[in-house]
């Protein structure tokens, strides 16, 4: 079975700092990952999805990496904006038979302090 | 394009009460997808619908069923409704296949059984 785990729980950085977020999986056989940003009270928003065959996708100021043979992602948030302040999740799309499914970790709880 | 849309945005029930809960997408995606999110629990996958005409269990599908009434839509109901289905409630939708689907979410229904 897939576990998705993320480190760390919470983090809390002041603004302008560059950080990373990170998560790891158990099982390598996966078609891609996906990070998402939830707001409080909101729904989920994706923000980066990795292929398996990638290593990694920019998007502004945000970097997600995929090692798939280590079972692990990062997510750099490069000066960091109160704005950032927000839960990240990270899923993966599990490769093998039949129909897959995302799996989730639990996040990562970033608060960004002017 | 509104993406996935969900009603209600709240509900409070009293143990026993029955509802359902409404998903519609406009992205003409052929699989959606519901999940239930606690807190330390993360997102768990209740059902899913591959396609147009099936549903399938996920992680936890006891005390829920769905239907799929069409391409666009895919409802949730609780027959007989227990406080431990007190959550958050979001709706999801991809195309089938492939490294790079991306899941869309909804705002989320946040359900109280009393």
């Known amino acids: 079975k897939q576990e998705v785990t993320q480190i760390p729980a919470a983090l809390s950085v002041p603004e302008g700092e560059n950080l990373v977020l990170n998560c790891s999986f158990t099982?390598?056989?996966?078609?891609?990952l996906q990070w998402f940003r939830q707001d409080p009270g909101k729904g989920l928003t994706s923000l980066l999805l990795i292929q398996s065959s990638q290593r990694e996708q920019t998007s502004g100021r945000l970097n997600a990496s995929l090692d798939k043979s280590s079972g692990r992602s990062t997510l750099y948030i490069a000066a960091s904006q109160p704005g950032d302040s927000a839960t990240y999740l990270c899923?993966?799309?599990?490769?093998?038979?039949?129909?897959?499914?995302?799996?989730f970790g639990k996040g990562t709880m970033l608060l960004v302090s002017p | 394009n509104a993406g996935v849309t969900q009603t209600p945005k709240f509900q409070v029930l009293k143990t026993g009460q029955s509802m359902t809960l409404q998903c519609a997408q406009d992205?003409?995606?052929?699989?959606m997808y519901w999940y239930r999110q606690d807190p330390g629990m993360g997102l768990r996958l209740i059902y899913y619908s591959a396609s147009e005409g099936t549903t399938d269990k996920g992680e936890v599908p006891n005390g829920y069923n769905v239907s799929r009434l069409n391409k666009r839509e895919f409802s949730l109901r609780l027959e007989s409704a227990a406080p431990s289905q007190t959550s958050v409630y979001f709706c999801?939708?991809?195309?089938?296949?492939?490294?790079?689907?991306?899941?869309?979410f909804g705002p989320g229904t946040r359900l109280t059984v009393l």
């Open positions: 992205m003409n995606h052929n699989s």
């Open positions: 999801a939708s991809s195309e089938i296949g492939g490294s790079m689907v991306e899941q869309f």
């Open positions: 899923a993966v799309r599990r490769r093998g038979r039949g129909y897959s499914t995302l799996t």
């Open positions: 099982d390598s056989a996966i078609y891609n």
